[in-house]
């Protein structure tokens, strides 16, 4: 069906017009019809493109999408709103804003048009001021869609950009996992009648704390858990750092040993070890970051162990009747006050009982009622874990500790286990 047309005399006067000029497709079945709406909107500097049909109208879009399509409703074949449908399901790079032109005035068929995919109407006869207005309010809304296009665009290769990084930094610390692993090489070892068996598990790819032991001499091992302040990288870089002060296979390096007069190594006092690292942090590293300590020197032979606490969770007993005791009381954090005093203090093991050294992120863990598990957790966690041993109490404990937790650790996960079967054997 073809519908009359009419252009009223006050057409559109130069400038009108946005001055971008834009691609504009007129769809009619009139010829006349057609020449009329070019004419106006070729005189306002846009190119202007005609087709008789909807179906040459396709045609004409696949080859060079126009900026605005100004259709007939009503035409012979495809419709209007069909005509704008078949346009929609197109695949293009922008959006193209769709006029309906239409004699009808009724909300229903508004609504319907809408619905199509239409994004206004002109009702005929049309005006040149409402042409204006409508191609106006064509063009306003292009231009945001082609500011938003081209930030979402710059937004997408920022975000590329970021993830190419991200994956280099992940792969980074995926090595740097790695190495900190390797920092504790011996995870378990047999001592003859006592054995000690070592647990790290980092929250994220690398984390704060350290576990570790080494020989003082051939009756006495040193054991330690560090816990450093924060997380991530700067937190791991300051446990490779530790890891050289307390190290095994070089003991004149170690700040726990000692050369005496006598050409062999003794271990300092706990509480004296303490406060050599708390002036080393403060005066060397020179770093906002400090840590947490639970060292131990514990005699092979007797069982008699002398211990510090700075600022770690109280180290715990297990006896071997399965009695828990906490130790310690506290102490201050490592690399914190400058000056700060360090009191060592004993316990005694007999053959059955165990000695455990572990991180906040044991005692501090929180189930999904935020509720941490405590010394009173931990102490039910080593009943049932009492029956094993080295390897697998440590992994029972895990496994315990992830379902307090709902599966997800907040913080990393360490801690040195220390069993204590009687005197060593064949001691020097």
Known sequence: MVQSLAISNDGPQPGAFAAAPRRVLVVDDSRM????LSTQLARSGHAVTEAGSAEEALQLFDQQPPDIVISDWMMPGMTGIEFCQALRARAQESYVYFILLTSKTESAEIARGLDGGADDFLTKPVSGDELRARIAAGERILRMERELTDKNRLLSSTLGELQSLYDSVDRDLMEAKKLQQSLVRERHRNFGNAEVSLLLRPSGHVGGDLVGFFPINARRVGFFSIDVSGHGITSALMTARLAG???????EQNMALVLTEFGIYDARDPGDLAEQLNRVVLKEMQTENY?????????LVSGRASLVQAGHPHPAVQRADGKVDYLGSGGLPIGLIEGADYESFEVQLSPGDRLFLMSDGITEAENTDGTQLGEDGLTCILGRCADLRGAGFLEALVWHLSDYAGGEFGDDVSGVFFEFHGAKENAD
């Not at 840590?291 to 005699?299: E, Q």
């Open 33 to 36: 019809q057609r020449k009329i």
């Open 245 to 251: 002060y307390l190290s095994g296979n070089s003991p």
């Open 291 to 299: 840590f947490t300590l639970a060292y131990a020197d514990v005699d």
